[in-house]
């Protein structure tokens, strides 16, 4: 039997990228970095900058990024719901091992889509779509958005609250306030499409 798909963004979704960085940055900085704004982008929350071709190069960084809290209870209530779970990730290709051992083996190698530094929200949607998602979670929602301006895309898509100030979200974005309420909200989707 075919298993249906469903994408999730790591960072922020699966895994503490900011706790990683803020913690990395103060050990190689040598000091507190504490978080200046609310903002997304992290030069202007921690108000350093010129940290990123290093930091894409460091295996035993991207390695180490812990799980957060309800990472497994995620995967495992969507595996349990008869899912495959894939990861697309806006990280290089060079990276995709550690990627794979930050995910603690929950997620396989094979099903991490590394979409590159530079990915754009379109370029992310596109692989969902070549990949044929039923379901997306990211904790960016302009991803979000893209990934519905598809056609054809039978998608439930859901953007999950993070901590930052990430401006008006639009209407037409599905919006979680805690991941493993995405599970929920998929099964209500997917009896609307029966
Ligand atoms: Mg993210």
Request: hydrophobic letters at 45%; proline letters at 5%.
């Given at each position: 039997m075919i298993r249906r798909k469903i994408a999730l963004d790591a960072d922020g979704v699966l895994l503490d990228f900011d706790r990683h960085f803020q913690r990395h940055m103060e050990y190689k900085?040598?000091?507190?970095?504490?978080?200046?704004?609310?903002?997304?982008?992290?030069?202007?929350?921690?108000?350093?900058?010129?940290?990123?071709?290093?930091?894409?190069?460091?295996?035993?960084?991207?390695?180490?990024?812990?799980?957060?809290?309800?990472?497994?209870?995620?995967i495992y209530?969507?595996?349990?719901?008869?899912?495959?779970?894939?990861?697309?990730?806006?990280?290089?290709?060079?990276?995709?091992?550690?990627?794979?051992?930050?995910?603690s083996g929950l997620i396989p190698a094979g099903r991490i889509v590394c979409a590159d530094w530079t990915a754009t929200p379109q370029d992310k949607a596109n692989i969902l779509h070549d990949l044929g998602t039923v379901g997306f979670l990211d904790d960016?929602?302009?991803?979000?958005?893209?990934?519905?301006?598809?056609?054809k895309m039978l998608c439930?898509?859901?953007?999950?609250?993070?901590?930052?100030?990430?401006?008006?979200?639009?209407?037409?974005?599905?919006v979680v306030d805690d991941v493993m309420d995405f599970p929920v909200a998929l099964e209500a989707s997917m009896r609307r499409w029966a």
């Open positions: 900085l040598g000091r507190k970095l504490p978080v200046l704004a609310d903002s997304f982008q992290l030069s202007a929350r921690y108000g350093i900058d010129g940290f990123w071709n290093d930091l894409a190069q460091d295996a035993v960084f991207w390695s180490g990024i812990p799980l957060l809290p309800d990472a497994k209870n995620l209530a969507l595996e349990d719901m008869g899912f495959e779970v894939w990861v697309v990730t806006a990280i290089g290709e060079e990276q995709r091992k550690s990627r794979a051992i930050s995910l960016q929602w302009e991803h979000v958005l893209h990934a519905g301006m598809l056609p439930a898509r859901y953007y999950c609250c993070g901590r930052y100030d990430v401006g008006e979200v639009p209407v037409e974005v599905g």
